[in-house]
């Protein structure tokens, strides 16, 4: 009597067991960037939203595991130095993924007492030593490309697939109605190149529909300033980023995009 009793308790042990295993192996999707990609603590304070807090909508999270770990006002410099991608690091694993997009915060100065957020423009190997006010310590600043490049060449190391995202434009049209490419885009794709990591082109993307919606429509989507967009115009960049997941080329993110 007692066999008849353990043999189905040793199969409900097993089943957890494996159900259990199926939810750790579950691919992570990291997402890192700044106010752009989640504004503030993700909940819409002052309207603001950024696209990373509306990817849910487009990818099935039943399969794929979604931790939006981007942060208002962080460059590609400091998303490191306050040890964000350290963190990132300790958890990911062969199989996942990061987006990253980075470029709105880096344009800033190296040093100053307000933010000391900047990184050199370009995608060089220069660097320059500078003491910081914020943080108070001394610190060695490289550029743009030198942190793209060590957030790709990391998340490979772990396994991961890095896909390198441009930056959103900002609502700035020029008096023929076009919003000039951000040269952080150009240097983004060119980090991708550099490193082999996957590129998506969302600037390239979002300025195209934008220039086709006109300067009064898409005026609808930044409520406080031309940077930071509403619910409505986040979520109309997360299906542009979703879009531009279904077109690459030989990667298994796309296999978790919902079927429409």
């Excluded at 794709?189 to 934008?210: H, P, R, S, W």
Aim: with cysteine.
């Amino acid at each position: 009597m007692k066999i008849k009793f353990i043999l189905p308790i040793l199969a409900l042990i097993l089943i957890i067991g494996a159900s259990f295993q199926k939810l750790q192996d579950k691919p992570v999707l990291y997402i890192i960037g700044d106010s752009t990609v989640q504004n503030g603590s993700g909940k819409g304070a002052d309207s603001l939203w950024g696209w990373g807090s509306f990817m849910n909508l487009f990818l099935d999270t039943t399969k794929l595991e979604i931790q939006n770990h981007a942060k208002g006002g962080r460059s590609s410099r400091t998303f490191i130095t306050e040890g964000r991608w350290d963190s990132i690091m300790k958890t990911i694993k062969k199989g996942d993924y990061v987006l990253m997009q980075f470029g709105h915060n880096d344009g800033g100065e190296l040093a100053d007492t307000l933010r000391a957020r900047g990184t050199i423009k370009g995608i060089g190997e220069e660097s320059k030593d500078i003491y910081n006010p914020i943080r108070k310590v001394d610190e060695t600043v490289y550029t743009y490309g030198h942190y793209m490049r060590k957030y790709a060449n990391e998340a490979k190391s772990k396994g991961a697939i890095p896909i390198i995202v441009s930056p959103i434009p900002r609502n700035k049209f020029n008096e023929k109605g076009k919003i000039e490419r951000d040269q952080y885009a150009i240097w983004s794709q060119e980090v991708a190149q550099q490193t082999g990591a996957c590129f998506l082109d969302l600037n390239k993307m979002v300025i195209e529909k934008y220039e086709k919606m006109g300067v009064e429509k898409v005026k609808a989507f930044f409520p406080k300033d031309h940077t930071h967009t509403n619910e409505a115009g986040a979520i109309f960049n997360a299906e542009l980023v979703a879009k531009g997941i279904k077109n690459l080329e030989k990667r298994e993110l796309r296999n978790y995009l919902k079927r429409k």
